[in-house]
């Protein structure tokens, strides 16, 4: 049986509110430090994602073939394209 997952998001303060609605439950408390993360993203490899994308010029983001996701194994590993 899967147990369904509850994310709490905000200040200690005000996660400390609401502990009274697990009163008596077994939890697993990851903190995340959201402040330590790049403004508007939730994510670190967002943020490093960004980072190499914005180093590629412009020049080059135009030749990249508009179907790459699509047929993604024909340019790594030269399968037929899937069209």
Known sequence: MSTPLL???GTA???QKRLDEFAGQRL???VQMLDML???TQHPIDAALEA???R???ASWEQF???FGANLDHYLHGMPKRQ
Do not use: H
Request: without cysteine; glycine residues 4%.
């Open 7 to 9: 994310e709490l998001e």
């Open 13 to 15: 303060e005000e996660i």
């Open 28 to 30: 697993r408390v990851t």
């Open 38 to 40: 790049p403004t508007g």
């Open 52 to 54: 190499i994308w914005s």
């Open 56 to 58: 590629v010029p412009e």
């Open 65 to 67: 073939p508009e179907d």
